[in-house]
């Protein structure tokens, strides 16, 4: 019975052992992955901020500027990309929307990012662009991949369409999370306009005018290394009109303010990483070590029930044979 | 030569798990019939 016990035993501990290195070096990498479904919206805004006003064309101080972001996965369009290039994609459809302090549109940006839904490079597949425009994203958007590690990484800027590093700068502590701290800056660039701008005015009808979008900006990001996701973003974000071959004349300052996202939106972004992360660390800690130890323990009570059932007089050794009866003795 | 099929049997299973939980996958859902937001929402 204890050597059944001791093998039934074994094949546990041989089974905890082998699942635990599996489920970190094989499940976890096919498993963890963006869903293609997601649909996510976050508020930032910008108090105290300056803005032009394309009537007077100048730069007036407002309350506060919105900046609505929301992304949605195309999961039709994801099946698309992965039948034409075997990878399992994702492909979100944002919207950049600019509100201004009279609850009016200053810009929107539409924009298409595919990327690999495991490790969260750019797929030049699926019609990926900024504005309508077609790019060619060298560097990650949005999300860092899962499992974030301390090195510079290669960010999209959605303005310049074009990608360069973006550092890192520190582990941090944000809302109980220990974050990862990214920084990029970007020189002042000259950029398209958008095409959708108030008052029904074009890119045209400003270059028209003989003005140019000149941009500059430092992001931040704070990310939750095990899932990858931003908790926090914030942005020193200029804009300028600049006189088209008139570098003496002022430019006028299309948009300068310091972009937070809001606090409630922090609040949830937070609570959504926190249950998020969860289940990579599952995958990657809990699970692995858990079941490592389980295998050890399940191991060690094998070998001690082995070696039980082998020591002399115990239940499943032959039985010795009884020692004969006494011999009677006259009285 | 007990000992080696019950550990054989261990990995065995082990393996058949990762391999079952890996092709069953994730459901890929559905395309959120929300529209992209043109208007700042009041809560999360």
Redesign the interface.
Known sequence: MR?RAS??L???????A??SP??RW??FP??A?V???Q?Q?V?MEAKNADLIDYNKMEARKVSKV?I?Q?L?????Q??KVKDATGRDVVVW???S?I?GPD?K?VS?I?ERYVFDAHSQEPVHAGGESVDGTPVRRDGIEYKWPFLTEKRDYQYFDMQTRTSAPIHYRGTRTFHGLEVYYFEQTIPWTKVPLPKKMPLGVTPEVVKQTGLERWYSTKRMFWVDPVTGAPVNGEELHKEEMRWIGHPEKKPITAFAGHVKMRP??V??TVDLVTSQRVLVLLLTSYLPWGLLGLGCLLLTLSLVLEARSRRPGSGTAPAEDPAPDPEPVPA | MRALIAAAIGLAAALALVLAITAIGMPSGETSPKPLLTTVPAHP
């Open positions: 050597r093998l039934v074994l094949a546990a501990a041989v089974f905890c082998a699942l599996l489920l094989y499940a096919r498993l992955k869903p293609p479904s649909y919206s508020v919105n609505v929301t949605k996965g195309n999961v039709e994801a099946k459809d944002t919207l929307y509100v609850g549109m929107s539409p409630d939106y609040d949830s």
